[in-house]
């Protein structure tokens, strides 16, 4: 007499097994989304605290009466803020004339783009031709915006990019948000001020 395993042996261990596998590959795509989300998340936080960063570090050096902010409070088109900056486009120094005022070689902006129907903070850099040893004003951002032929993006995925004009101050406010595919978002909201120094 041999002995064996019956049909219903046979499917009862099928099931048992289909089951476990179906478990498993649940576990795999879920910690797959989670290591995805996450990735994501993390490169949003960078981006933002880049731009928090860059931009905090390069218009402390302005002066209160080379800026121009554009909001949705004053009429602006667009959102972001444009400034200049004594700090030479390609070799970074600073520069003065004969009396020890400094030069105010660049123009920096950063305002807010669409770019492949995902909101973006989009920075560029212009050399000015005639660089003045005072800070003279700078044209609106609207009528500066309409001049960039190109820029360099700095965060993806934001959903508000404010900036309020003050007495040697910006006001900054910047929410990121994280579509998901899962039915849930991720968003973080900074707020910050920087002063101006020159």
Not at 146 to 172: D, H, K, Q
Request: proline residues 4%; hydrophobic residues 40%.
């Amino acid at each position: 007499m041999k002995n064996g395993h019956t049909l219903l042996e046979m499917m009862v261990a099928c099931a048992v097994a289909s089951i476990c596998a179906l478990g498993i590959l649940a576990l795999v795509k879920a910690g797959v989304r989670y290591l995805l989300v996450t990735d994501a998340k993390t490169t949003m936080q960078k981006d933002a605290i880049l731009v928090m960063r860059k931009l905090s570090d390069e218009f402390a050096e302005t002066n209160d009466a080379a800026f121009d902010v554009g909001n949705s409070t004053n009429g602006s088109v667009n959102r972001g803020v444009v400034f200049r900056n004594p700090r030479d486009p390609v070799s970074g120094e600073v520069s003065y004339d004969a009396t020890g005022r400094m030069y105010w070689p660049k123009l920096v902006c950063y305002y807010l783009v669409v770019e492949n129907n995902v909101s973006c903070i989009a920075r560029n850099v212009q050399a000015d031709p005639t660089p003045k040893s005072y800070p003279q004003g700078v044209d609106p951002l609207d009528t500066f915006v309409s001049t960039i032929t190109n820029y360099r993006i700095m965060a993806r995925n934001v959903s508000l990019f404010e900036l309020t004009r003050g007495a040697s101050i910006l006001a900054m406010q910047l929410k990121m948000e994280l579509p998901s595919n899962y039915g849930r978002k991720y968003g973080f909201e900074i707020k910050s001020q920087i002063f101006v120094r020159n």
